[in-house]
Structure formats: C-alpha cells, structure tokens
C-alpha cells in the first residue's frame, strides 16, 4: 500500500486535489493536473495543505447519503443505553436529527458515554456540545472496537451508530467478547451516478486517486475507468474493501 504523505513528497508534479465526498465526511481524493478550484476546503488534510509542491483544490462528490429506519430509532429507549458508538460524522448528524424529529430531550442522555472512531467524527460530536469519551488514536474500526472492549464491561449496553453498508468490524468483536449491543443502522452510502462522466473526465489527466473508505472505494470502482489510475489507501481496512471491488495498482 503507498503511503499518501511520500507521494505528496514528490518535487516537480503540479496536483489537483479532487475532494470526493459524502456529506460532513470526506470520502476519498483524487489527484489531477491543470483544474481549477471552486473554493476553500478547510477539511483539506495538514500534510497536503503544507506541501512545498503546488496543489490546486477541488471537490467532486461521488457518494449520496439516504436516511432510513427513523421509526426504529424513535421507538429505541435511547437513554438506556451506557454507550452511544459513532463510525462517521454522517452518523452523527442523523443522529441529532432524528433527536429532534423524535422530540428526545437530550438531557435524558446525561450519563450516556460517547465513542466516536476518530477526530472527524469527534469534531461533528463536538458541534452539538459533546465531548467523546473514547476516541482510538488511530482512524479505524478495528482499534474502535478494540477500545470498547478494553473499557466496557459485560453489563454495559451499547448503541453502535452506522451505515446500512458499513464494515461489519465493530460488530463482530463485540459479538465476539459478547458485550451487550444494538446494531442501528440510521442511513447508508450510494454512488452517485450522475458525476460518473465527470469523474472520468477528471481521470484523464490525473496523478494519484486517494481511497479513504469502503464506500468510497466502491463508488470509485462502479464509476471509474482505473486502469492506469494509481491508487492510494488510507488503510488496511479500506485496502480490503478495495480489493474486494477489483481494484489494483495500490
């Protein structure tokens, strides 16, 4: 797997950063030459912001968000819970929606701990008031749940917070340890279609595509003509994912 901060290293190769997103989260990045940006993207990450090369920045959204299950979560005792999960910002956004639309007071939330699976998503909590109690040092869902295991007991009873078609890792170590916990799926991540001509119009003349999630390897491979694309991923669990869409060259 190639490292992002080496290939934003490289003197000499003049990047246009291509943010492509679902809402509040981003999703991946695609690298080109010559395009000009829309605007100012202050979720632009630190190590490509500082870069002594010339990056022009850019954002093409490629995932949309549809919100389900509301019903469900209206009926769900929420203040039960020991533990409210968060696996993305998105999640935390429908969350305090569905709150509202529920006419839930929050306080009832009051001894409720939070967990979130990196700084992204503790920021989108942070927006609304609240402070995570857990937070792994590194983004992924595995070291999330490795965290949950670590500090909650069997007696704790947890609301884990994600997407229809997210990655089944915190779940399955939870089961696994049999801790106590409600699997409640609030939303989930389609490709958007339409940006598909525009995407490969962008890919014609592009260094790196930076694969930052499951969803976002998955669009990008329904979408995508990558064969001469070189790939880069921000991790293991993303890399499995897009290995598993048919994608090389990572």
Do not use: W
């Amino acid at each position: 797997m190639n490292d992002c901060k080496k290939s934003v290293d490289k003197k000499g190769i003049k990047l246009v950063v291509f943010y492509i997103k679902c809402p509040q989260v981003i999703e991946f990045q695609v690298y080109a030459r010559n395009l000009k940006p829309p605007g100012e993207h202050p979720c632009l990450n630190k190590s490509i912001k500082n870069a002594t090369i010339d990056f022009d920045i850019t954002e093409l959204p490629l995932i949309k968000t549809v919100t389900i299950n509301f019903d469900l979560f209206s009926k769900a005792d929420i203040a039960n819970f020991s533990h409210i999960v968060f696996t993305s910002a998105n999640g935390v956004k429908i969350f305090f929606e569905y709150l509202q639309k529920s006419k839930t007071d929050i306080r009832t939330l009051r001894d409720t701990k939070f967990a979130v699976v990196g700084k992204k998503t503790a920021d989108a909590l942070a927006s609304y008031g609240i402070y995570a109690d857990i937070v792994p040092q590194i983004h992924s869902g595995l070291e999330l749940a490795r965290l949950m295991y670590e500090k909650c007991s069997k007696n704790d009873n947890i609301l884990l917070i994600r997407a229809e078609n997210g990655a089944s890792t915190i779940p399955n170590i939870l089961s696994e340890n049999n801790i106590n916990f409600t699997d409640m799926h609030l939303y989930r991540t389609e490709t958007d279609h339409s940006k598909q001509e525009l995407l490969n119009l962008c890919l014609s003349d592009t260094d790196y595509v930076i694969l930052s999630s499951g969803s976002a390897a998955k669009a990008f491979s329904e979408m995508a003509d990558t064969s001469n694309v070189k790939l880069i991923s921000i991790g293991n669990e993303t890399t499995k994912s897009a290995e598993k869409c048919g994608l090389k060259n990572l």
